[in-house]
């Protein structure tokens, strides 16, 4: 039997075709609508069945017994366990003690907003997404640019400028809508420090320094501003701000940002020019700018090149996106308004969507290790795996180990299950009915259907948080008896059924595609325009214009550049892993055994260090261990880290390395991705 769901074993959600054959995943296969010889494959999708049926699954409930050890238990004890704990903290603390983190997309979307409900319906308004270190800093860029994040129009475009993404390894689809767009004749630019497959794909690579984007997209939009090639129309007619704009670019000329950068004048300068001259043109804008210290004025600053050029909302430019109107799950209006979330440091980026988590991660830790602005007793965490994952490990670590409980649910055992008290076994993807975020948030809607039933006793995670509320007396909150009734419930507004979007796998539209929408209501800003100049950002003291007040720090330990003179770059991914997921599948280890240090050849002469030699990389947070891959895919002076390797073993954790005491002041984003460090041989 063949059955249509989407793939959740990352965030790409991709359309996919599963074959079951007595109740059991035989084979996944992607829906593609490239032909067949322009087809991507997914080393993950191919290795479905096989990370499916790991034998590593957590298949039941775990607790940890008074002897330290985890002991297989029932759910009923322990969903006992942790609603009685929940209450135990409420009674003595408030309910505000008990946090909830979510990890990666996997779970993410529609189903957040249960959790959500959950902890504000128990009392607690701390339901912690990881947003301030994925893409939701950018999100917030584009909305106070905006009023919502675009969609690039790759495959319709002239132009595309791919700006810290790389969909060959991280979204097959949207990989082969660029190939497409290649094969259809159009132009492209790519802003990366690495020599990815697109770079090489490019007609102009900008190898930039990394965390130095910002300065980049100033220049590219004083060089735009100066030569007259801006749609003036468009800017006239759509945008406030243009002339603070244009006064806070005119000092970031291609020739004074390109030391900092790395570049070229003249290389930034035709950029620049082909950008703005080759219409329509959009842009692929990913993580590279995500975990940036300057994240959120860099990404405005790119977001304002979009709308320079007049290619918002446009065919083949930046689609702003035609939500699905879905009904809102959460009780945040329940909670007592003088009870402030953990994340209160970091107000406009904790209010800025009405009903995401609230996403400055780093803020969690604040709150159990310094207790600020109050303390953090219990944890639940969702699909995540904090411990290798989050910003500096030692203090991550510190942190769960200070807790009262920790809850884990999760598929495997992890760095971070080892750590929890109480261990729930949760449903894989293709094991489970929600609705995606990625669904939601434009048309079309797509439902990931069940295919299979649960591996052993795992439940999905709908389940368990209805569950948790029917135990914590909220029935009347939780009256869903399946995710289908839930997610009706949720597309009411929509009119549409669950069994409406299992008929129609292909997805189903509430309105047609259109173009140039802010014509009929403006942009969903507070004026209703474009804001180059934002009077709200002013109003809480941050720049109004991007870079007004110059240009921060980039990096982490920018200070200590002497003894540190290397420059990391983390995170990159690779096709067949998700972050730490997916390590101990042995048809994937087979195609990449083990995360490596990619060091430049001239560099690699100048410290003795041959390929494969066992190297240690080293900041002021710690240390991490791995070989050397001779390769000139990095400028000189910078080493790429292999990523998500901590779970295998934590000497090989890149988060050993990052720093979370300088983050960025509006999003909380730390510079994860770009750092200084130093590279040394060791012994084997
Ligand atoms: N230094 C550095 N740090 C980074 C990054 C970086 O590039 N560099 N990247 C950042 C980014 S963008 C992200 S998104 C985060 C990712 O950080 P995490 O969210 O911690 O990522 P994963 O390692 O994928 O952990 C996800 C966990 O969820 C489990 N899981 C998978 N599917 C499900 C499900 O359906 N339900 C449940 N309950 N569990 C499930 C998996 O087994 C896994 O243990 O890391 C961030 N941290
Ligand atoms: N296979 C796989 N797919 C995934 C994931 C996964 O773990 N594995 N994770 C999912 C998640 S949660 C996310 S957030 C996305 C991320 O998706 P992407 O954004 O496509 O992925 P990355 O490889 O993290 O980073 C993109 C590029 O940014 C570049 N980069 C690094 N530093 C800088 C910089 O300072 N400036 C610029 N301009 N570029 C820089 C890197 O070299 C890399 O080529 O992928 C999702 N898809
Ligand atoms: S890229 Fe691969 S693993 Fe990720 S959603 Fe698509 S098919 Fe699944
Ligand atoms: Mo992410």
């Not at 109050?374 to 995540?384: A, D, E």
Request: aromatic share 6%.
């Amino acid at each position: 039997m063949k059955k249509d769901t989407i793939c959740r074993l990352c965030s790409a959600c991709c359309p996919v075709e599963a074959e079951v054959e007595n109740g059991r995943l035989i084979a996944v296969k992607r829906k593609s609508l490239a032909p067949p010889d322009q087809q991507l494959s997914c080393p993950k999708l191919l290795a479905a069945v096989e990370i499916t049926y790991a034998p590593e699954r957590l298949t039941v409930p775990l607790i940890r017994n008074r002897k330290g050890q985890q002991c297989e238990a029932d759910w009923d004890q322990a969903l006992g366990a942790v609603t009685s704990q929940m209450e135990k903290i409420r009674q003595r603390h408030g309910p505000q003690s008990v946090a909830w983190l979510r990890g990666m997309a996997a779970d993410w979307g529609a189903p957040w907003d249960y959790a959500s409900r959950l902890m504000q319906a128990f009392g607690s308004p701390n339901i912690i997404g990881n947003g301030s270190v994925c893409h939701v800093a950018r999100e917030m860029a584009h909305h106070f640019t905006y009023g919502a994040m675009t969609i690039p129009q790759t495959k319709d475009a002239r132009c595309v400028l791919i700006w810290g993404k790389n969909d060959r390894n991280t979204c097959p689809p949207a990989f082969e809508a660029i190939q497409q767009a290649r094969r259809q004749g159009a132009r492209l630019i790519v802003v990366d420090p690495l020599r990815t497959p697109l770079a090489e794909m490019a007609d102009i690579w900008l190898q930039i320094k990394p965390g130095h984007d910002g300065l980049l997209a100033m220049s590219m939009i004083s060089t735009i501003i100066e030569e007259g090639l801006y749609d003036r129309a468009f800017v006239t007619q759509w945008c406030t701000g243009f002339e603070e704009l244009r006064r806070a670019a005119r000092p970031f000329t291609a020739e004074t940002v390109a030391a900092d950068t790395w570049l070229e004048p003249a290389a930034i300068r035709a950029a620049a020019r082909l950008y703005a001259t080759t219409a329509p043109a959009c842009i692929v804008d990913g993580n590279g700018l995500d975990m940036q210290l300057q994240v959120f004025d860099a990404t405005r600053a790119v977001c304002m090149l979009r709308a320079l050029t007049g290619n918002l909302d446009r065919p083949g430019g930046d689609l702003l996106p035609q939500p699905v109107p879905a009904r809102n799950l959460q009780l945040q209006d329940q909670l007592p308004a003088q009870l402030p979330a953990i994340t209160c440091g970091y107000p406009l980026f904790s209010s800025f969507h009405p009903n995401w988590g609230l996403h400055a991660q780093s803020a969690l830790i604040d709150a159990i290790l310094e207790e600020r602005p109050y303390p953090i007793r219990m944890l639940i965490v969702q699909s995540g795996n904090p411990a290798v994952t989050m910003t500096d490990t030692r203090r991550v670590r510190q942190a769960l180990q200070k807790l009262d409980c920790l809850v884990v649910i999760d598929l495997f055992p992890t760095q971070t299950t080892r750590l929890a008290d109480v261990v729930l076994p949760a449903c894989g993807c293709f094991e489970k009915t929600q609705l995606n975020r990625a669904a939601l948030r434009h048309n079309l809607i797509c439902l990931q259907d069940q295919v299979i039933d649960p591996v052993g006793d795992s439940w999905p995670d709908w389940k368990i948080v209805f569950e948790l509320g029917r135990r914590l007396n909220l029935d009347r909150l939780f009256p869903w008896h399946s995710v289908d009734q839930a997610i009706d419930c949720q597309l009411e507004p929509a009119g549409i059924t669950t069994a409406q979007l299992r008929r129609h796998p292909q997805g189903i539209r509430t309105e047609p595609v259109a173009f140039e929408k802010y014509r009929r209501n403006g942009f969903a800003t507070p004026t209703g325009k474009v804001e180059f100049h934002s009077p709200r950002l002013a109003r809480h003291g941050q720049p109004a214009t991007p870079f007004e007040n110059g240009f921060g720090p980039a990096l982490a330990f920018a200070d200590q550049h002497r003894e540190y003179p290397f420059i990391a770059i983390s995170g990159e991914r690779s096709s067949r892993y998700t972050h730490s997921q997916f390590h101990h599948i042995p048809s994937l280890r087979r195609q990449e055994n083990e995360g490596v240090v990619d060091l430049h050849p001239d560099d690699a002469c100048r410290l003795g260090i041959g390929n494969g030699d066992p190297l240690r990389v080293t900041t002021p947070r710690g240390s991490l261990y791995m070989k050397a891959r001779l390769c000139d895919r990095v400028h000189v002076g910078s080493i790429c880290i292999g990523w998500g390797w901590g779970e295998v073993d934590p000497r090989h954790g890149i988060n050993n390395l990052t720093d979370d005491s300088c983050r960025n002041p509006v999003t909380a984003t730390p510079s994860n991705r770009g750092f200084l460090c130093r590279v040394e041989k060791t012994q084997g």
